[in-house]
């Protein structure tokens, strides 16, 4: 059983910044998987917002490179996304992921 459990989320206004923490516990060698954070706003797919690998190696969408900066800590097992110049179409529910499980997500509202 693997559980991934986010935290972070709110009401920001544009410009604003937030950070999003997603604490992964179960049976997985989480050092050795990539680890991710989604977005999925209303109306629209779910869609990959950024992700780190075991090696360290990262992928952004393009809508938030320069913006989004995401992190892991292996020791911890945890997986962090923090999000700068916050604009009003980065509102969306974000959702932890590793291989194939979703955390419950957390929602991010950016007002204009």
């Not at 109306?43 to 995401?70: H, M, P, W």
């Not at 020791?75 to 529910?93: F, G």
Request: charged share 15%.
């Amino acid at each position: 059983q693997v559980q991934l459990v986010e935290s972070g989320g709110g009401l920001v206004q544009a410009g604003g910044s937030l950070r999003l923490s997603c604490a992964a516990s179960g049976n997985i060698l989480f050092r050795f998987v990539t680890m991710g954070w989604y977005r999925q706003a209303p109306g629209k797919q779910r869609e990959l917002v950024a992700q780190v690998t075991s090696a360290g190696s990262i992928n952004y969408a393009d809508s938030v490179k320069g913006r989004f900066t995401i992190s892991r800590d292996n020791a911890k097992n945890t997986v962090t996304l923090q999000m700068n110049t916050l604009k009003p179409e980065d509102t969306a529910v974000y959702y932890c992921h590793v291989r194939e499980y979703w955390g419950q997500g957390t929602q991010v509202t950016v007002s204009s």
